[in-house]
């Protein structure tokens, strides 16, 4: 038998509590698009700066439309602010390629409208009551909200990294390692855990039920491959032997003409790295990263091993030997702190690997959490017993096998988007995401005798 749950502490707030919560999450979220936004000047935001990302100042607007359309409109039942824009700013109907066409708003024009909406936003949250719809308990739509403007920013934040010009963003730089990693391997054994979640209040639909789920005993990289690691792969030829790669990733590579990790060129003896508009020595014990599912899978097979599964994954964040129990988090259910991961745009580059030692699963696999998004071997699918909620096309619009899923988060995403139950999920060919991997292998017998 899996242990159950535990409540989520948000389940014991009270009205003002959970209104002091969500406008803390809303807040953050504003002053990091105000930072990306007002970082450029404005020819620079409505530029497009590369076909696979919006104008910055879509993005800007988009945020704030969605917080007006679920909590002005659905939520507080207020009269419109612009209902005018709903059609120009629904990501369904507009591929971002084709996004500057549009009579989109311009730059102070987008500024106001999202001032006054969250304006009007804030005026909700005063009155709300937590009590009713599912909607609406526990602050779900605020809480919502605020992960949709923290994903749109990271997509921002992705946006910074394609833009051609000098540097415009600046934080301190990682920690350095604190410790060595104790091995390079976790042996995570063999057995049932508890996969999903029914309790945490702010999940979104895609990491709902709870359900009991069952791994054999695999082995799992105790950090994610650095560049150090991988350059060595891409040295060995690696890019030129279609022994390693999967008839479609085979296929990508050439039509592509991939040489090696996005923003990456060789100068002699030595590689460099375009980071934010900076050029700079690749640091090697830093986790890769801008690779698709298809060079992190090319990789692992060149290093003997694979991706994990999804629920590998999963279990070597979340499973507690000793108790049977799923963690929120690798460390424990504590909110991530600052020794735990490297989240928030805290810093502008992922950690070099053993800088969160503090953050170590149960098992002792470390930095799960933040740095880079990592690539599993899975097909984005519902859980059993999955459910829509609280519109279609969040999750099951994209369910299939053409997205496959990432875990665990980047520099570039903030704590409330990432938990150890969140799942992201991409086409394999994306690069220009915050990216990277760790490599699993089958468990031999004699590790599990």
């Given at each position: ?297 090319a990789y692992a097979a060149w290093a003997g091993k694979r991706l994990p599964t999804e629920t590998e994954w999963e279990k070597a964040a979340r499973f507690d030997p000793a108790t049977g129990r799923s963690r929120r988090y690798p460390w424990g259910d504590d909110d991530p702190g600052t020794e735990h991961a490297n989240l928030g745009q805290r810093h502008l580059r992922a950690a070099p690997a053993g800088a969160y030692p503090a953050g170590a699963s149960p098992l002792g696999v470390q930095q799960l959490i933040g740095d880079v998004w990592e690539w599993t071997a899975s097909d984005f699918l519902p859980y059993p017993g999955f459910q829509v909620f609280p519109y279609a096309e969040y999750s099951q619009v994209f369910f299939g096998p053409d997205y496959k899923v990432l875990r665990g988060g980047s520099f570039g995403t903030d704590q409330v988007a990432c938990r150890g139950t969140f799942r992201n999920w991409d086409y394999p060919i ?20």
């Amino acid at each position: 038998m899996t242990a159950p749950e535990t409540d989520h502490p948000m389940t014991g707030l009270g009205a003002e509590q959970l209104r002091t919560h969500a406008a803390e999450h809303l807040l953050r979220a504003r002053d990091r698009s105000v930072t990306l936004t007002d970082a450029v000047d404005d020819d620079d935001l409505v530029r497009q700066h590369s076909p696979l990302m919006s104008p910055l100042v879509w993005d800007l607007a988009h945020v704030g439309n969605q917080e007006e359309l679920w909590l002005v409109r659905d939520v507080g039942r207020r009269e419109p602010v612009r209902a005018d824009i709903d059609e120009l700013y629904d990501a369904f109907k507009h591929a971002r390629s084709t996004r500057p066409t549009l009579p989109l708003l311009g730059p102070a024009e987008a500024r106001g409208y999202v001032r006054e909406v969250r304006d009007k936003v804030l005026d909700v949250l005063d009155t709300a009551s937590f009590d009713g719809n599912r909607l609406t308990r526990h602050a779900f739509a605020f809480g919502m909200v605020a992960q949709h403007e923290q994903q749109h920013d990271e997509t921002m934040l992705a946006t910074h990294q394609l833009r051609v010009g000098a540097p415009v963003l600046q934080a301190p730089e990682p920690p350095a390692p604190r410790a060595p990693l104790a091995a390079r391997e976790v042996l995570v054994p063999a057995g049932e855990f508890t996969m999903g979640t029914s309790t945490e209040p702010w999940a979104l639909d895609n990491e709902r039920p709870a359900h009991p789920s069952y791994t054999d005993a695999f082995v799992i990289d105790a950090g994610c491959v650095t560049y150090g690691e991988y350059l060595r792969f891409v040295e060995a030829g690696g890019y030129d032997q279609a022994r390693w790669w999967s008839a479609a990733g085979w296929r990508h590579v050439r039509e592509a003409g991939l040489t090696g990790p996005k923003y990456l060129t060789r100068d002699g003896d030595r590689w460099l790295r375009t980071r934010f508009g900076s050029v700079e020595p690749v640091r090697e014990d830093e986790p890769v990263t801008h690779v698709c599912f298809y060079e992190a899978e090319a990789y692992a097979a060149w290093a003997g091993k694979r991706l994990p599964t999804e629920t590998e994954w999963e279990k070597a964040a979340r499973f507690d030997p000793a108790t049977g129990r799923s963690r929120r988090y690798p460390w424990g259910d504590d909110d991530p702190g600052t020794e735990h991961a490297n989240l928030g745009q805290r810093h502008l580059r992922a950690a070099p690997a053993g800088a969160y030692p503090a953050g170590a699963s149960p098992l002792g696999v470390q930095q799960l959490i933040g740095d880079v998004w990592e690539w599993t071997a899975s097909d984005f699918l519902p859980y059993p017993g999955f459910q829509v909620f609280p519109y279609a096309e969040y999750s099951q619009v994209f369910f299939g096998p053409d997205y496959k899923v990432l875990r665990g988060g980047s520099f570039g995403t903030d704590q409330v988007a990432c938990r150890g139950t969140f799942r992201n999920w991409d086409y394999p060919i994306r690069r220009q995401i915050f990216a990277g991997f760790r490599c699993a292998r089958d468990a031999r017998p004699d590790e599990v005798a």
